[in-house]
């Protein structure tokens, strides 16, 4: 099984911050990852996939980047829309797995 | 409208059975691979299950496999979780996904709750 692991736990930022989430593959995953957005009491939605690929809908300020096991998600300037939990996914082998999110406050 | 609505949750004694329904509206159902996805409360997400479409072929959690199973019904654009001998552990809130190729969870319904407890 690929455990993915995320990074830092929490991030606390001011609006119009930069913010830069951490996920780590337990192997190489290529760039078969995506990130999803949590909001309280709502289901996932995916921001990206492939790595860096932006889901239909999604900000410009929300990027992805990396490949093999160090991937990014980067929040270029943060919205006070843009608190909630953010998960990283991996699609190479199953089972697939989801990592154990970094949540974004803001300060 | 594009959507995905679960039922079927509820509360169930260890060793029960539930089956999950989740009904789609506002696409092409059968052109899409279906997914269960599960998240206890205060967890992240947890994979279960994943059906394709065309041929059906199924893939399960090893947390799951033999006890739950997944099925497609085309004509009705609902994907089923049977799941059998429940654990305290399979507490949360069951999610149906659909897949953009491949297995990537592009849309998500609200979720159903299933409650294990005695």
């Known amino acids: 099984e690929i455990v993915m692991t995320q990074s830092p736990g929490t991030l606390s930022l001011s609006p119009g911050e930069r913010a830069t989430l951490s996920c780590r593959a337990s192997?190489?995953?290529?760039?078969?990852l995506a990130w999803y957005q949590q909001k309280p009491a709502q289901a996932p939605r995916l921001l990206i996939s492939?790595?860096?690929k932006r889901a239909a809908g999604i900000p410009a300020r929300f990027s992805g980047g990396g490949s093999g096991t160090d991937f990014t998600l980067t929040i270029s300037s943060l919205e006070p829309e843009d608190i909630a939990v953010y998960y990283c996914?991996?699609?190479?082998?199953?089972?697939?797995?989801f990592g154990g999110g970094t949540r974004v406050e803001i300060k | 409208e594009v959507q995905l609505l679960e039922s079927g949750g509820g509360l169930v004694q260890p060793g029960g059975c539930l089956r999950l329904?989740?009904?789609?509206?506002?696409?092409?159902?059968?052109?899409?691979?279906m997914n269960w996805v599960r998240q206890a409360p205060g967890k992240g997400p947890e994979w279960v299950s994943s059906?394709?479409?065309?041929?059906?072929?199924?893939y399960y959690a090893d947390s799951v496999k033999g006890r739950f199973t997944v099925s497609r019904d085309d004509s009705k654009n609902t994907l089923y979780l049977q799941m059998n001998s429940l654990r305290a552990e399979d507490t949360a809130v069951y999610y149906c996904?659909?897949?953009?190729?491949?297995?990537?969870?592009?849309?998500w319904g609200r979720g159903t709750l299933v409650t294990v407890s005695s």
């Open positions: 996904a659909r897949s953009i190729p491949y297995w990537y969870f592009d849309l």
């Open positions: 996914q991996q699609r190479l082998n199953w089972p697939l797995t």
């Open positions: 329904s989740c009904a789609a509206s506002g696409f092409t159902f059968g052109d899409y691979a």
């Open positions: 059906v394709t479409n065309g041929r059906s072929s199924a």
């Open positions: 492939d790595a860096s």
């Open positions: 192997q190489s995953v290529s760039t078969y």
